[in-house]
């Protein structure tokens, strides 16, 4: 069973994110970039359904600039088989947006044959939440979305999702797409000897119009703002100050 995962290149979870003056989107040129995390999750997934023998293949995709390549060699070194550059010049965090990558990837699952998808559940520069769903509808597969624990056999895949009310299990008929959530593993770091192989593997690059998709954006980012400062908090020294600044300060209650 051919196995595909989708990796975005995003600025690194630990960057203070500065916006940019004119307010068109935030600052990423000499910005620490990385693996989107929940990506990582996805792509160490991937690998261990390969050791248990359940994935022949896995081939990682990347929608974005050449820079995105950095991103597949991460995935090759952690163990994926083979990477798939998608190349683009549009800003993947506002311009390429979840619809285009949806089809995109729809494009690369049907040249490739895979069975599996396996998503983050959100990017986190966008917070979009989408790409795995719309994914699944263009193919018209089943999806299990926020995974947090995942089993492949017998041409099934069962999901279990963390809920309100507690865990949900559902079977899946393969194919199909699973996002995945911060619970489901723990993604190990690629080894020396991992990372030079890596650079062995192949990465196949195509343009979007290659795969006949047509990526103009549908949205318009209007402005990006930084949110409201905090103000400082204050403490009190009894549970009747507190009740009472609750009710004459804050009238909250
Ligand atoms: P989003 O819908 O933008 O929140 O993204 C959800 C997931 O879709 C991500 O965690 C990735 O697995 C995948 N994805 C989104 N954008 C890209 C991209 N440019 N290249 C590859 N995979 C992507």
Do not use: C, H
Request: net charge positive.
């Amino acid at each position: 069973m051919k196995v595909l995962v989708g990796v975005k290149r995003v600025i690194d979870y630990n960057v203070n994110v500065r916006v940019k003056s004119d307010q068109t989107g935030v600052e990423t040129s000499n910005v620490k970039m990385s693996m989107n995390p929940f990506d990582e999750i996805a792509v160490e997934e991937g690998v261990r359904l390969k050791e248990a023998g359940t994935a022949g293949e896995l081939i990682v995709v990347s929608v974005g600039g050449q820079a995105s390549q950095e991103t597949i060699r991460t995935a090759l070194a952690m163990g994926a088989d083979r990477g798939v550059l998608v190349k683009t010049d549009l800003a993947t965090d506002t311009e390429m947006q979840p619809l285009s990558v949806a089809k995109l990837l729809k494009a690369v699952v049907e040249k490739e044959g895979a069975q599996l998808v396996l998503l983050g559940k959100q990017a986190i520069d966008d917070d979009s939440n989408q790409t795995a769903q719309m994914l699944a509808a263009l193919l018209g597969w089943g999806q299990g979305t926020f995974a947090s624990k995942l089993s492949v056999a017998d041409g099934k895949a069962l999901v279990t999702r963390e809920v309100d009310g507690g865990l949900e299990t559902v079977s899946l008929k393969l194919p199909a797409v699973v996002s995945v959530d911060l619970r489901l593993n723990e993604p190990r770091y690629a080894s020396l000897p991992n990372i030079m192989k890596a650079k062995k593997k192949p990465i196949d690059v195509l343009e979007p119009s290659a795969l006949g998709v047509d990526v103009t954006p549908r949205l318009k980012t209007l402005k990006v703002v930084e949110p409201p400062k905090r103000k400082g908090g204050v403490k009190v020294a009894s549970v009747g100050e507190l009740v009472d600044k609750l009710k004459n300060e804050a009238k909250v209650i």
